[in-house]
């Protein structure tokens, strides 16, 4: 970790220790953050900062980006939708958009003012992008937007939602992304034939504002398409799916890291038959091994951000730090989560809420059985 990326760590810390720790069980009632931490956040300058300064980002890296989503974990927070926003959605802007598109949007998204959110997932389609059914019919100088999407992360302050849809025919030739202003949120009137639907009741992460979204004749300029030409989304999608998936990687070790902290904390208070649950080998033994397992996690995920710096990361490797990070994550924290016993089952600790929030990771970003027969086609 350079000397750089090591001051965005620490301003990272600061950010989500003052912002968000205090406010977890309000924003797990409200289902999602506040509108103003989004604004804060783009105030410390932690917002788009792997995007050019001259689009109003802080002109880093993805080691930068990293360093933010590493503090994220660390604090145990996984209700801002920080890498949907800043990793994801601003690249897709960043590597496809034109100038105009740049322009317009980048730097307010970098502020905070403007919230991004990609709609991939449909009710009947998850991973199979290929089969995805909402269109995009052009008509005239607009595309007539009509379907649905469901597990939208941002979906209730998003304000710019990069929407996958057909443009064409069938199969992977037939996808674009088009870029829809939809409004500054769930309280706006929002665009004509937009609608935020009911917010998802998860088994974790209930600060995250996770929402459906449909679509019924949504007027969207065909200008706000992505790329020079229709058909281009699939492969664009193939490029950048990469980075979110190094993205949760670096979410999966940060989590699983602060859960062997929490855990040898208090294998060192809780007594049990006159000592200390941390003198028992069975204690001492497990932390050894989850040590370790977070331990080679790190070194692999660092490993991986080296070659996406040098842009040398393919599909494959992402994968394999997709799947096998987000693994070890849920194994070492359901071992961590044993060693608190009955209070690791109280969501009051921090424990039991990790091991809600760490599920999903194996599905999200395509899920883990995906992931390997990514792998597989390679070898």
């Given at each position: 970790m350079a000397e750089e990326v090591a001051d965005v760590a620490t301003l990272a810390r600061t950010f989500f220790e003052r912002e968000v720790t205090p406010h977890v069980e309000r924003f797990s009632e409200q289902h999602q953050v506040d509108?103003?931490?989004?604004?804060?956040?783009?105030?410390?300058?932690?917002?788009?900062i792997s995007v050019p300064e001259e689009y109003g980002g802080g002109g880093g890296t993805f080691a930068h980006e990293a360093a933010v989503m590493w503090e994220q974990g660390r604090a145990g927070d996984d209700a801002l939708g920080y890498s949907v926003h800043s990793s994801i959605v601003a690249h897709y802007l960043l590597n496809y958009g034109s100038e105009e598109q740049k322009q317009r949007w980048l730097p307010r998204m970098a502020t905070g003012e403007l919230i991004g959110a990609i709609a991939m997932t449909e009710p009947s389609t998850g991973s199979d992008l290929q089969r995805i059914r909402t269109t995009a019919r052009r008509d005239g100088d607009h595309y007539v937007v009509n379907g649905s999407k469901t597990f939208i992360?941002?979906?209730?302050?998003?304000?710019?939602?990069?929407i996958v849809a057909r443009t064409g025919g069938e199969g992977a030739q037939g996808v674009s992304l088009v870029v829809a202003e939809v409004g500054g949120g769930a309280e706006s009137p929002g665009l004509e034939g937009f609608e935020r639907g009911r917010v998802l009741h998860k088994i974790g992460q209930h600060g995250q504002d996770t929402r459906e979204l449909s679509f019924t004749d949504m007027r969207v300029p065909v200008a706000n398409l992505l790329g020079?030409?229709?058909?281009?989304?699939?492969?664009?999608?193939?490029?950048?799916?990469p980075q979110e998936r190094l993205a949760i990687a670096v979410g999966a070790v940060a989590s699983a890291d602060r859960a062997v902290?929490?855990?040898?904390?208090?294998?060192?208070?809780?007594?049990?038959?006159?000592?200390?649950?941390?003198?028992?080998?069975?204690?001492?033994?497990?932390?050894?091994?989850?040590?370790?397992?977070?331990?080679?996690?790190?070194?692999?995920?660092?490993?991986?951000?080296?070659l996406h710096l040098e842009g040398r990361l393919d599909?494959?490797?992402?994968?394999?730090?997709?799947?096998?990070?987000?693994?070890?994550?849920?194994?070492?924290?359901?071992?961590?989560?044993?060693?608190?016993?009955?209070?690791?089952?109280?969501?009051?600790?921090?424990?039991a809420r990790m091991y809600a929030g760490a599920r999903v990771q194996k599905i999200?970003?395509?899920?883990?059985?995906?992931?390997?027969?990514?792998?597989?086609r390679t070898l």
């Open positions: 509108r103003e931490t989004w604004l804060a956040a783009g105030a410390a300058g932690l917002l788009c992360t941002n979906s209730s302050h998003a304000g710019l939602v990069l020079d030409a229709e058909g281009q989304g699939f492969y664009q999608l193939m490029l950048q799916l902290e929490l855990a040898i904390a208090y294998s060192k208070e809780r007594e049990a038959f006159g000592k200390p649950i941390g003198h028992f080998q069975n204690t001492r033994f497990t932390l050894a091994e989850v040590s370790t397992d977070v331990l080679a996690a790190r070194t692999f995920l660092d490993y991986c951000i080296g599909a494959a490797t992402a994968s394999r730090a997709k799947y096998w990070t987000t693994d070890v994550q849920c194994d070492v924290i359901d071992r961590c989560l044993q060693v608190f016993g009955g209070y690791g089952y109280m969501m009051e600790y921090p424990i999200y970003g395509g899920t883990n059985e995906i992931m390997k027969e990514l792998i597989s």
